[in-house]
């Protein structure tokens, strides 16, 4: 079985603070891919980011970053310097490279709130 | 433009009605999905397919059903069995041929009881 925590349910953050969103997954796969997405107010759940469980490297999008570690089964985001164009709920999800169903497994998400 | 088109955006049920969810995509997209978001319950799997003419019950499929007639449309019901249909419905889609695992959203449809 599959299981994804996003242990903060809310983060608040005055602009330009950094900001870190945590994900910790659990899985008995070998082969896995995770992912980051993004759902402004709007509803529509946009991608982010994918990262193969075999591709340790940390990975840099402008303000955001990636920290894949999987010693501790950790996937976390950062945003640096924060905008207000970031307030968003953020989906972390977890899905089988290979075998089984090829569904992916969604945490409750993180709602980030950025003040101006 | 190639995207995931839901609707209504919002939509509203009587006690005892069924009602339809549309969700029709242009991407060529063999995988649909049924999600159900509740505040602070993350995503949760309603039903899935695969291909036409097949679907599989997700995590929370009992008082709904789906079909699968053409590839480029997947509607959800939400039948008079759902007791606590309100909720945010998304609707999303996958191909292996593109990276995989990445799915593509609708913008969602709220559907709230009467």
């Known amino acids: 079985a599959q299981k994804v925590t996003q242990a903060q349910t809310e983060i608040s953050v005055v602009e330009k603070e950094d900001v870190t969103l945590d994900c910790v997954y659990e899985t008995r796969d070998t082969t896995y891919y995770l992912f980051w997405y993004k759902q402004p107010p709007s509803g529509e759940l946009v991608f982010l980011i994918r990262r193969n469980s075999f591709d340790e490297q940390n990975e840099i999008s402008g303000r955001y970053s990636w920290n894949f570690q999987k010693s501790t089964s950790s996937f976390n985001f950062t945003i640096t310097a924060s905008q207000v164009v970031d307030s968003a709920v953020y989906f972390c999800a977890l899905r089988p490279a290979s075998g089984g169903s090829y569904i992916p497994t969604f945490g409750r998400g993180t709602s980030l709130i950025v003040h101006p | 433009d190639g995207g995931i088109t839901q609707s209504p955006k919002y939509l509203f049920r009587k006690e005892g009605q069924n009602v339809t969810l549309s969700c029709e995509q242009n991407l060529n997209h063999d995988a649909m999905y049924w999600y159900r978001q509740d505040p602070g319950q993350g995503l949760r799997l309603i039903y899935y397919?695969?291909?036409?003419?097949?679907?599989q019950k997700g995590d929370i499929a009992e008082g709904y059903s789906v079909s699968r007639e053409k590839k480029e449309s997947f509607p959800l019901t939400v039948t008079s069995a759902q007791k606590n249909p309100t909720a945010f419905y998304l609707c999303?889609?996958?191909?292996?041929?593109?990276?995989?695992?990445?799915?593509?959203f609708g913008s969602g449809t709220q559907l709230s009881v009467l």
């Open positions: 999303a889609s996958s191909s292996p041929g593109q990276l995989v695992g990445k799915l593509f």
């Open positions: 397919s695969q291909i036409v003419n097949d679907f």
